[in-house]
C-alpha cells in the first residue's frame, strides 16, 4: 500500500520550454503533497507544500511563477518547470501524506529533468 | 531552530558486522522521528518512524532505531549489515505541534557495505 507514482522518470528537453511533473497516489488519499528538489549528493530542499484545492505555500526562495504546482484532487500533483534553463536541471521528487495521524510521507521515484 | 544533524557523511562496514548511522536532533517541541533510505536515481523509501511509548522501533529490512529524549538522539541500527544495504539514509524530524506535516531533513548519510 501506500504508492507513488511520479511521471516523467527522466526528462531532456532544450532551454525555454516548460516541462510538466505529475505526482499521483495511486493507493491513497492525498491531502497534502510536498515537492522536493535534490542536488547532487545533497539532502532533499523542500520547494513548496500543496494541499487538495488550495494554492501551494512555496518556501522562501522558490520563485512560485517558475514552479507552478497544481493540487486539483487528492490523488494528483502537478509541478510545472517554467521557461526551464539548465539550472533548473535537478532531481524533483515529490512525497504524499493521507494527513492523518502520523503517516509518513510517502515517495514518487523522482524525476531526473536535463535542460540543454 | 529546528534542526537534524547526521555526522557522518559515510560509514563502511564490513558484511555481517553491526551498523550504526547516527542522527540527533533539535526541535521547539516533542519530536516525531524518520528513518528513509534512498537509493540510486530513485525517491525515498520509508523505513521506521518513533512516535511515542517504547524507545526502541522496529523498522523494514530488520532495521531499528533507538530513540533517547536526553541525547535528543534517533541512532538508525543493525544487527548484521548486507552489502545490499548501501544506500543513502536520511534522517527527519517533525515537530509534533506542525500542523503541516512538513519533515526537517537530515544531510545525508551514505552507507557503504564491503563484501
Known amino acids: 500500500g501506500a504508492v507513488v507514482s511520479q511521471h516523467p522518470s527522466w526528462v531532456i528537453c532544450k532551454s525555454g520550454t516548460s516541462v510538466k511533473i505529475e505526482c499521483r497516489s495511486l493507493d491513497f488519499q492525498a491531502t497534502t503533497m510536498f515537492w522536493y528538489r535534490q542536488f547532487p549528493k545533497q539532502s532533499l530542499m523542500l520547494m513548496a507544500t500543496s494541499n487538495e484545492g488550495s494554492k501551494a505555500t512555496y518556501e522562501q526562495g522558490v520563485e512560485k511563477d517558475k514552479f507552478l504546482i497544481n493540487h486539483a484532487s487528492l490523488t494528483l500533483s502537478t509541478l510545472t518547470v517554467t521557461s526551464a534553463h539548465p539550472e533548473d536541471s535537478s532531481f524533483y521528487i515529490c512525497?504524499?501524506?493521507?494527513?492523518?495521524?502520523?503517516?509518513?510521507?510517502?515517495f514518487g521515484d523522482g524525476t531526473r529533468l536535463s535542460i540543454l | 531552530a529546528q534542526s537534524v544533524a547526521q555526522p557522518e557523511d559515510q560509514v563502511n562496514v564490513a558484511e555481517g558486522n553491526p551498523l550504526t548511522v547516527k542522527c540527533t536532533y533539535s526541535v521547539s517541541g516533542n519530536p516525531y522521528l524518520f528513518w528513509y533510505v534512498q537509493y540510486p536515481n530513485r525517491g525515498l523509501q520509508f523505513l521506521l518512524k518513533?512516535?511515542?511509548?517504547d524507545n526502541l522501533v522496529k523498522g523494514s529490512y530488520g532495521f531499528e532505531a533507538e530513540f533517547n529524549k536526553s541525547q535528543t538522539s534517533f541512532h538508525l541500527k543493525k544487527p548484521s549489515a548486507l552489502v545490499s544495504d548501501s544506500a543513502l539514509y536520511f534522517c527527519?524530524?517533525?515537530?509534533?505541534?506542525?500542523?503541516?506535516?512538513?519533515?526537517?531533513w537530515g544531510a545525508g548519510t551514505k552507507l557503504i557495505i564491503k563484501p
Open positions: 512525497s504524499a501524506s493521507t494527513g492523518l495521524g502520523v503517516q509518513p510521507q510517502h
Open positions: 518513533y512516535i511515542t511509548g
Open positions: 527527519a524530524v517533525r515537530d509534533k505541534g506542525d500542523s503541516n506535516y512538513q519533515l526537517i
